[in-house]
């Protein structure tokens, strides 16, 4: 089924930049500016150009090439097709939830217990488990689907530790110890944020919460998420 959907996400995108290009051909003035985009990504990668020329030329370059991409029909009609897929696979992954793990591997080979590797998702749930030796900050981005992370049995070290979330659809849980700090900073377009029990409807809002023993814990884990369309919800155990 994964396999299925990744195959599909890239028939789709291959449609769309097939569309867009033939679309180029046949609107002169959107060969036109994507023409000139073009030209002016040649001329910033001249050899003996200053940086900062060749900064701004580049800039010039990817402005021209984004403008005759975004007032195409084709590009306009992909992301509608895009954000109606989104919605609908954040309705349906509530129906049949689907948990899969997220690999993370020690290196035996320097014996270093802090090198560690999350492989990072775009569609499916995925969980990250107790970690069982070191901890580090965990720094992820999802695409469409559940993230659900348990630090209940995860030995955290004295201080401030991290934890970065970015998501396009779905949600987060978090199960976090109940003796430690937490400093929660949350960010999303629509959807809902669930602490301590109590539910708050998030719509193109920020919201920062501190834990109560938050000053005086000797263990603090401060989470910022940042979602599109989708939910938070933080456990304390």
Known sequence: MKKLEGSFIFLFLVLIAVGIAFEMLFRWELLVLFAIGICFLFISRKEGIPKKKARTRLFIAAVFILI????????KIGLVVAGIFAVYYYISRKRAPQLLMVKTKETAENNNPRNTF???QWFGNQRVLDVVYEWDDINIQTGIGDTIIDLGNTVLPT??????????SGKIRLLVPFDLGICLEHSAIFGHLQYDKESTVVQNDTIKIYSDNYEKAPRKVKIITSVVLGDLEVIRL
């Open 68 to 75: 005759s991409v975004l007032l195409t029909a084709t590009f």
């Open 159 to 168: 201080g401030d530790s991290v934890v970065l979330i970015r998501s396009f």
């Open 118 to 120: 999350i492989r990072n």
